[in-house]
């Protein structure tokens, strides 16, 4: 009986160990997939990020609460509606100056002040 008792405490180990290993290699390889997961999802996140302008991976991080609202925050606006006005103002100089260089009077003031 010691003998059949010590077989099957040798079986039972080496079945135990093999059950371990089947156990940590399935272990290993969920530990595998979900880092697979996670860094495709996160990748995921940023190509969309970049492509249009979403903030998956600011509200995955909590820093906003609606991830579809563009990023334009009120300095950007107003920088926007500053170089907007700048343009304006560039324009019509632009089109003062036209006006005054192709009137005829200009170029008779002109040709008298090359006579001087």
Known sequence: MKI???VLRDAG?????STLN???TMSTLSLVLLIGSITSLAL?????DAK????????MNGECSN???KAVTDKQQQRLEDKDAQIKALMARI????????EPAYELNKKINALK
């Open 13 to 17: 180990t080496s079945l135990n160990a």
């Open 44 to 48: 995921f996140a940023s190509y969309l």
């Open 95 to 102: 089109e003062t100056l036209e006006t005054i260089v192709t």
């Open 52 to 59: 249009f302008q979403w903030r998956l991976n600011d509200w």
């Open 22 to 24: 089947e156990e940590n």
């Open 67 to 69: 991830p579809f609202v």
């Open 4 to 6: 059949e008792h010590a």
